[in-house]
C-alpha cells in the first residue's frame, strides 16, 4: 500500500468538541475509598481519596483515615475536616466508607452543612 506523499498520520477525532469535555469532566472524578494494607489475611484499610481511575491499591491523593476491622471493637480513625473538605469538592464515598462516615459523625455533618 503506498501512501499519499506528505500526508499526515490520521489520529482519532473526536465528531463533536462536547465529547471531549464530557470526558475531561470524568476524568476529575475523585473517590473516597478504601486501600488495603496490612498483611496476609491480616487486613487493615486505609480510607483515601483516589482518582477513580487508579487501581484499588494504586496512587492516591491523600490519606483520609484508616478502618482496622480485625481489632475487637473495629477500630475507625477519621480524620473528620479532610473527609468534609473532600465530599465539598464532590468527591463520591463508596458504600463502605459511606458507612465508615455515618459512623464517624462526618457524613452527617456533611449533609446537615449541604441542606442549609
Given at each position: 500500500?503506498v501512501?499519499?506523499?506528505?500526508?499526515?498520520?490520521?489520529r482519532?477525532?473526536?465528531?463533536h468538541?462536547?465529547?471531549r469535555?464530557?470526558e475531561e469532566?470524568?476524568?476529575?472524578?475523585?473517590?473516597?475509598?478504601?486501600?488495603?494494607?496490612?498483611?496476609?489475611k491480616q487486613p487493615?484499610?486505609?480510607?483515601?481519596a483516589?482518582?477513580?481511575?487508579?487501581?484499588?491499591n494504586?496512587?492516591?491523593?491523600?490519606?483520609?483515615?484508616?478502618?482496622?476491622?480485625?481489632?475487637e471493637p473495629?477500630v475507625?480513625?477519621?480524620d473528620?475536616?479532610k473527609?468534609?473538605?473532600?465530599?465539598?469538592?464532590?468527591?463520591?464515598p463508596?458504600?463502605r466508607?459511606?458507612k465508615?462516615?455515618k459512623?464517624?459523625?462526618?457524613?452527617?455533618?456533611?449533609?446537615?452543612?449541604?441542606a442549609s
Amino acid at each position: 500500500m503506498v501512501g499519499r506523499i506528505g500526508a499526515t498520520p490520521r489520529r482519532h477525532q473526536h465528531s463533536h468538541p462536547a465529547e471531549r469535555k464530557h470526558e475531561e469532566r470524568r476524568s476529575n472524578v475523585v473517590k473516597l475509598r478504601l486501600m488495603r494494607m496490612g498483611k496476609k489475611k491480616q487486613p487493615t484499610y486505609r480510607v483515601v481519596a483516589a482518582d477513580a481511575r487508579s487501581p484499588r491499591n494504586g496512587r492516591f491523593i491523600e490519606i483520609v483515615g484508616t478502618y482496622e476491622p480485625r481489632r475487637e471493637p473495629s477500630v475507625i480513625t477519621i480524620d473528620n475536616e479532610k473527609a468534609l473538605a473532600w465530599l465539598r469538592k464532590g468527591a463520591q464515598p463508596t458504600e463502605r466508607v459511606e458507612k465508615l462516615l455515618k459512623l464517624s459523625g462526618a457524613w452527617d455533618e456533611f449533609k446537615g452543612t449541604a441542606a442549609s
